[in-house]
């Protein structure tokens, strides 16, 4: 069996996170890793190059977990 298919690079459908030019063991932003969540993996610069958006979104899911805990922690002995 032969396996000698040369796609060019703009008919490859897949993940970014598996094309050569990502897999390089580089460390990816926050932006970067928001986009790669929220595209399903598809796309990592979906959001943008600037930063403080990746920053929002990190921190916005920090304050959901520990709002969670406290309304957990304050309001589990009602009733």
């Known amino acids: 069996m ?24 580089e460390k990816i932003n926050l932006n970067q890793a928001w986009s790669l969540f929220f595209t399903a993996g598809q796309d990592d610069k979906a959001l943008g190059k600037e930063i403080e958006l990746g920053k929002f ?7 959901v ?15």
Do not use: C, H, Q
């Open 57 to 63: 979104f990190t921190n916005l899911l920090i304050a």
């Open 2 to 25: 032969r396996t000698d298919f040369d796609f060019p690079k703009k008919d490859l459908i897949g993940s970014v996170v598996f094309r050569p030019d990502f897999t390089n063991f």
């Open 65 to 79: 977990g520990v709002t969670g805990i406290l309304w957990g922690t304050f309001f589990s002995n009602l009733g």
